[in-house]
């Protein structure tokens, strides 16, 4: 770790932000008595002088001692009150408007069920009050000969909190770091130390977190693998974000009560997470169905009482990986919503998708070691932040021809959050706004690959760019790039040893969506005769194209050279796009038709999908979900689909529209397959 670099940066926040900064070291280490981790850096922050640590320390402990009352010493407090007519303790004190008396009640979870009068002085003068309440030390006073309501009586606060925050100062405070200065300052804030984050992309993707927070009505999703700590940054900066862990939300809950007309967390607070996403529950379509329209509008309404919110949404979930990628066992890496969000309709209103695998987990050495703001303070201003309008920075940046509407204003609207957190005050070099859309690019980019998967007929290949636009970083978008050119090209060009086979994804039982995959092919003479694959998810596709090589080597007629050929070399095949085990014999016909293209030298026709089970005999055998395998060639502009004719009846199932754009072609057997996709006449 760079301790110089510790040094210098907490001496400089010390110097422009004062008593707004803290060492969060120090903080980790004390807790006082039951008092929240927030209220600890603010006593740190405004009493603890460098140099001085343990004398202050164990002085704001003399007088916390005795003033934070247990939770079950309300009678005593009563006792107390009675007897010596004024009490002072510490607790989180809240203030509610009672409008048909003109009066205003203080509530205390030390006196909760009591009623306590307060005055509008003290509201006045401390609105955080009215915002779910302040911690600070507090001055009750009983009068017996006064009404029944207003017996106790605060007449003192002093607050242990950031009541007004001074956003301009924070702003100000900005020009004095420079952008990695910074950047180090707001990681330490959010609780991460930068110096074991040597990835300047992996500390700009955590800081990216804080997106739906600084910017209204975003709508962003994050997957990764445990132990990122998806949710401890938004969750413990701010009592404005609400966290949903698993459950079933309901639209009571969600939105409005109507038999109370209680307003729900959508519009109580400013960002709502749904953690461990796969495990929420949606039991009432009126929820999904609410959800989408809020998430397009920023509105929603319950029976004849309509609501705006400025209420950003975070989906956040497991995802498995295969070092710092998703692994390749997923067909789409939305694959870990709940069946009821992998809807198009749904997902497209989503601005962005943040690669969580590249996000490193927590632990000790990653905790912050230096100074950074106090949270409650940080908190509060980035929430303040949402008040500047300042998307006009890119909408001089045109994008590309092929961005949709959502496309654009998604990217644009993530790159004015990330705008925000990094340039405040509004100062930055042209490339370095730039550099900010770029990732909005790429975070918007990435849910556009994933619903191109889900329907690529609607969505189709698009890139989402500017002009004078950086290749994006992200290997995940750099990889399936490669499928999707693959994909184009494979219906416009005969290609040697190179065939689309179909598959099926699937949930538990039951079978969601068709998919392409490819196989490739390539004999390398002066080799062992053998058969290697390259791309496999498993034992069971290895046996597949094992069983496929073997089919190859008993052909006859026509096709005997291929087996022949076969051989003298090495046959070298790669799976691309393929995961799941069972879809392994359903590509039989797609193995030995790419390996007797490579053998023969002779390209397989452009436009030709296929699957379908061989066997040993050279028998093609029946294979299951051919009804969507039909509609997910016809998606991706394939103009022949060959399947088993034992599946010919589940044609019965696939759209007249669907099949008037495909022609489909049933076999028996392997030959049949060979002669549809592989012209051997032709020179």
């Known amino acids: 770790m760079n301790s110089s670099t510790i040094g210098a940066d907490a001496e400089k926040a010390r110097q422009v932000y004062g008593d707004r900064v803290v060492d969060k070291r120090l903080a980790m280490q004390e807790t006082f008595a039951r008092l929240p981790r927030y ?23 003399q007088k916390l001692s005795g003033r934070i009352p247990e939770s079950d010493q309300k009678e005593l407090i009563k006792h107390s009150l009675q007897r010596d007519r004024e009490y002072k303790l510490i607790d989180q004190l809240r203030v509610e408007v009672d409008l048909s008396a003109g009066r205003h009640w203080a509530g205390l979870s030390s006196l909760e069920g009591e009623s306590i009068a307060i005055g509008s002085h003290l509201v006045d003068r401390f609105e955080g009050l009215l915002n779910g309440g302040l911690w600070g030390t507090i001055t009750l006073r009983y009068d017996p000969t006064a009404s029944v309501k207003e017996k106790i009586k605060v007449t003192e ?92 939300p309901t639209p009571a809950t969600l939105f409005l009560h109507k038999q109370s007309n209680r307003i729900g967390i959508l519009g109580s607070h400013k960002v709502v997470v749904f953690d461990e996403i796969v495990d929420v529950i949606f039991p009432d379509q009126e929820v999904v169905s609410t959800l989408k329209d809020f998430m397009e509008s920023g509105q929603f309404s319950r029976g004849k009482k309509s609501m705006a919110s400025d209420a950003s949404l975070v989906f956040t979930g497991n995802l498995e990986v295969s070092g710092d990628q998703p692994s390749d066992a997923y067909r789409h890496l939305f694959e870990e919503l709940p069946p009821s969000l992998i809807d198009t309709a749904f997902l497209d209103r989503v601005q962005g998708y943040l690669p969580g695998w590249e996000i490193p987990k927590i632990s000790d050495a990653l905790r912050a070691q230096g100074v950074g703001f106090v949270t409650d303070y940080f908190g509060e201003v980035l929430k303040q932040l949402r008040q500047d309008e300042i998307r006009s920075h890119f909408e001089a940046i045109e994008l590309g021809p092929h961005a949709t509407i959502r496309d654009q204003n998604g990217a644009r609207r993530l790159a004015a959050g990330m705008f925000k957190i990094l340039f405040p005050d509004g100062r930055c070099e042209d490339e370095e706004l730039r550099d900010c859309l770029r990732l909005g690019v790429e975070f918007r980019q990435r849910v556009h690959n994933q619903l191109t998967v889900l329907a690529p007929g609607e969505y189709g290949l698009r890139a989402i760019t500017f002009e004078g636009m950086l290749p994006l970083d992200a290997r995940d978008l750099k990889e399936n790039k490669k499928v999707q050119e693959r994909d184009a090209r494979a219906n416009r060009e005969p290609m040697m040893g190179h065939v689309t086979g179909l598959s099926v994804f699937s949930r538990g039982k039951a079978e969601m969506l068709g998919d392409i995959f490819f196989v490739e092919a390539k004999l390398l003479p002066d080799h062992p005769a053998t058969v290697t694959v390259t791309g496999l998810r498993g034992p069971i596709l290895r046996e597949s194209v094992q069983t496929a090589y073997n089919v190859l080597q008993t052909l006859t007629g026509i096709w005997e050279e291929a087996a022949a050929r076969a051989r003298s070399g090495e046959m070298a095949v790669h799976l691309v796009n393929i995961s799941e085990p069972k879809e392994g014999p359903s590509g039989g016909v797609a193995f030995v038709t790419a390996m007797v293209s490579a053998t023969l030298g002779r390209p397989v026709r452009p436009g030709i999908a296929m699957t379908g089970e061989v066997s040993l005999h050279g028998n093609v055998e029946g294979v299951g979900g051919v009804a969507k395998k039909i509609i997910a060639a016809a998606q991706h502009q394939r103009k022949m689909v060959i399947i088993p004719v034992q599946n010919a009846k589940e044609l019965e199932d696939v759209p007249d529209e669907v099949l008037e754009k495909i022609e489909v072609k049933t076999v028996e057997r392997i030959e049949q397959v060979l002669e549809l996709a592989i012209d051997i006449a032709s020179d």
């Not at 242990?160 to 952008?179: C, L, N, P, T």
């Not at 991460?192 to 984050?197: A, L, R, V």
């Not at 693998?225 to 938004?234: A, C, D, N, Q, S």
């Open 157 to 248: 606060f002093i607050p242990f909190q950031v009541d007004k925050v001074d956003v301009s100062g924070y702003k100000e405070g900005r020009a004095h770091f420079s952008k990695a200065e910074w950047v180090r300052l707001l990681l330490r804030s959010a609780g991460y130390e930068p110096d074991q984050i040597p990835s300047e992309r992996q500390q700009l993707l955590l800081l990216a977190r804080l997106i739906p927070l600084v910017e209204r009505n975003i709508n962003l999703i994050e997957l990764g693998p445990r132990g990122t700590g998806k949710t401890f940054l938004l969750r413990n900066l701010s009592p404005a974000v609400f966290t949903i862990s698993g459950g079933r």
């Open 39 to 61: 209220v600890t850096e603010y006593l740190l922050a405004k009493y603890v002088r460098v140099g001085h640590e343990s004398d202050d320390i164990a002085e704001i402990k």
